[in-house]
T-cell receptor, first 116, second 116 residues
Framework: ETGVTQTPRHLVMGMTNKKSLKCEQH?????MYWYKQSAKKPLELMFVYNFKEQTENNSVPSRFSPECPNSSHLFLHLHTLQPEDSALYLCASSQIQSRDSPEKLFFGSGTQLSVL | AQKITQTQPGMFVQEKEAVTLDCTYDTSDQSYGLFWYKQPSSGEMIFLIY????DEQNATEGRYSLNFQKARKSANLVISASQLGDSAMYFC?????????????WGAGTKLIIKP
């Protein structure tokens, strides 16, 4: 069983649509992340939730809205997206233990999003 | 300024040969960590190996080893006896202290193709 599960795997939406991406982790971790992966660009961290509280928001446009109802689930709500938002959206989780712990990120397989 | 540089956008290697994937980094922190991840065509990012800045020995994990040269700020990944299943994108990432939270800074990746 995959530790981090993302649905849907593929999503095509128009610019006026509203959709949500879902992520679930079965690893008992206390932190969850949303990353955006565009072609030929480094991964971009979008949001971090640490113990269900959002701790990072890297200047992400408001058309992306995260939700973390509990430590196992993470959503990314999408509305009025632009074609340049087309990308692979990856969810990850980790167990943050201390400032010096090299916690590993465990990733889902991602949602390939196409905005028409 | 780019903090993680992977100079090889793509590599072709014959099966069973050793592979070295380059990664150089830039940081002023004394304490930092370096990661390598593998991303097969399925999309999921898979953790391979970690090196802490204070670790005196090069990290090894099975067929993976990290050639850590601190003075040169390089952290190359070495894959011994390459296999067809090693074909994937490989990403180098660095974790440095950023305010009170840690963020991973990612390279643009190297696409490795193993030829039979």
């Amino acid at each position: 069983e995959t530790g981090v599960t993302q649905t849907p795997r593929h999503l095509v939406m128009g610019m006026t649509n509203k959709k949500s991406l879902k992520c679930e982790q079965h690893l008992g971790h206390n932190a969850m992340y949303w990353y955006k992966q565009s072609a030929k660009k480094p991964l971009e961290l979008m949001f971090v939730y640490n113990f269900k509280e959002q701790t990072e928001n890297n200047s992400v446009p408001s058309r992306f809205s995260p939700e973390c109802p509990n430590s196992s689930h993470l959503f990314l709500h999408l509305h009025t997206l632009q074609p340049e938002d087309s990308a692979l959206y990856l969810c990850a989780s980790s167990q943050i233990q201390s400032r010096d712990s090299p916690e590993k990120l465990f990733f889902g397989s991602g949602t390939q999003l196409s905005v028409l | 300024a780019q903090k993680i540089t992977q100079t090889q956008p793509g590599m072709f290697v014959q099966e069973k040969e050793a592979v070295t994937l380059d990664c150089t980094y830039d940081t002023s922190d004394q304490s930092y960590g370096l990661f390598w991840y593998k991303q097969p065509s399925s999309g999921e990012m898979i953790f391979l190996i970690y090196q802490g800045s204070y670790d005196e020995q090069n990290a090894t994990e099975g067929r993976y080893s990290l050639n850590f040269q601190k003075a040169r700020k390089s952290a190359n990944l070495v894959i011994s006896a390459s296999q067809l299943g090693d074909s994937a994108m490989y990403f180098c990432a660095m974790r440095e202290r950023f305010d009170s939270n840690y963020q991973l800074i990612w390279g643009a990746g190297t696409k490795l193709i193993i030829k039979p």
